[in-house]
């Protein structure tokens, strides 16, 4: 009869091991899960701010150049309002996708691009004098939202076959 439960307890006891060696390796693999996902929504949300605040500053350049443009050709002074309307609503387009790039993303290199382009793009507000000073604020403008969005594009760019988690 020993001999008969001996082998019988051990099955059990291997039974039992097994699940919970088997349980540990799925309970490991679903955290592991969980880590990959959130990963890719930080990501997914980083990637909206940047790509956001571009577009933001980039709408913003072309309303201060067209605001520009209208002062310095002598358009109507309903033109102009119309288009300092728009230049504000543009401005203000601004700062949503900046809050959200400033608490997703701590990294200084983008946030100094982001704060460079933005600053010159408001810039171009001093630069009604003549065409060719809107020429260069725009073109500085320009300058300063690629470097961002290269700057932006290195640090979101996956570190060796792994999401950022920065």
Not at 29 to 39: F, L
Not at 123 to 137: F, I, Q, S, V
Request: charged share 25%; glycine share 4%.
């Amino acid at each position: 009869m020993l001999a008969v439960l001996v082998p019988a307890a051990l099955a059990v006891v291997a039974t039992l091991l097994g699940a919970i060696v088997s349980g540990r390796f799925q309970e490991r693999a679903a955290e592991r899960q969980i880590r990959v996902t959130h990963s890719e929504t930080i990501r997914r949300d980083r990637l909206e701010a940047v790509t956001a605040l571009a577009c933001a500053a980039s709408d913003h350049r072309t309303a201060m150049w067209k605001r520009g443009d209208a002062i310095l050709t002598g358009a109507g002074l309903d033109r102009i309002a119309t288009l300092r309307g728009e230049s504000h609503m543009t401005r203000s387009a601004i700062a949503r996708p900046q809050v959200a790039l400033r608490v997703l993303i701590e990294d200084q290199a983008v946030r100094t691009a982001a704060a460079r382009m933005v600053t010159l793009t408001y810039a171009m507000r001093e630069a009604y004098a003549t065409t060719g000073d809107l020429t260069a604020a725009r073109e500085a403008a320009k300058d300063a939202h690629d470097t961002f969005v290269n700057t932006a594009a290195h640090y979101l760019r996956p570190a060796t076959g792994q999401e950022s988690t920065r």
